[in-house]
DNA sequence: CCCTGATTCGC
DNA sequence: GCGAATCAGG
């Protein structure tokens, strides 16, 4: 496997949208194996694994089961999500060393999202329409008589009103486009930065990209 | 059995 | 560095 810098660039993308490293191995055409391994070797973030090998070491054949419970036990590691949760945390503490790689990457999109307004939009609003007449033909099974139907998706929400507002600014508020550009820990890194499709993480170009192998395999 | 992700280790 | 083989939980 040759691994472009193309390639990489989408796979960490697909890391970073949620796939099953399977499913980003059907898109980039390789195994699982070579995804996993992969990302492995770049550092992406651990998914929330249904196994923990508390013990890096070789396990004989399974022979040790009982000693490894054990070890398990005695220890309490922390899972990768509390891990994550701790690096953000830290990330988000002003007092801490400020470096602009280990930051969340929400962060990051808010800092596009000013950098966006204050450059300007360069893209037409009608293309967001076009962008929301596309998202609808992906989901034709759910006519506007059942969207206005459907009490149980209001999450129960402590402050609801603005809980509510929230939503309907996140709704309204165009997302930006996550298409890494360039190499994350260089200088030049970026994100695409565009208005990302309704319920995507990007933008029409970059979605047409990343998704382009998934539309193949469906259809 | 199917799915999943992580690790190991020969290449 | 790569990834098949393997392990292991759901």
């Known amino acids: ?65 009982e000693k490894k419970e054990q070890l398990i036990e005695g220890k309490g590691e922390a899972s990768p999500i509390q891990v994550k949760e701790e690096l953000s945390h830290q990330a988000s503490q002003p007092e801490k060393k400020q470096v602009p790689e280990p930051k969340p990457l929400d962060a990051r999109k808010e800092e596009l999202v000013m950098a966006e307004a204050s450059v300007g ?60 550009i360039g190499d994350p820990g260089t200088k030049g890194f970026r994100f695409c930065g565009k208005e990302a499709l309704p319920g995507k993480p990007y933008c029409f170009e970059h979605a047409q990209i990343a998704y382009v192998k998934l539309r193949e395999r469906s259809s």
């Open 1 to 65: 496997m040759e691994w472009t810098e193309e390639t990489i660039a989408r796979l960490r993308a697909l890391w970073d949208e949620g796939l099953s490293t399977a499913e980003i191995g059907r898109q980039l055409s390789i195994t699982k194996n070579a995804v996993v391994g992969k990302a492995h070797r770049l550092g992406l973030p651990s998914r929330p694994s249904p196994i923990r090998r508390s013990s890096t070491k070789t396990v004989e054949k399974g022979v040790e089961k």
């Open 121 to 180: 939009l360069k893209e037409k609003p009608s293309k967001i329409s076009d962008a929301v007449a596309v998202e609808e033909e992906k989901k034709p099974t759910r006519t506007s008589v059942e969207a206005k139907a459907e009490p149980k998706k209001s999450p129960p929400a402590p402050r609801q009103k603005k809980q509510k507002d929230d939503v309907i600014n996140l709704t309204k508020r165009a997302a930006t486009c996550c298409w890494p």
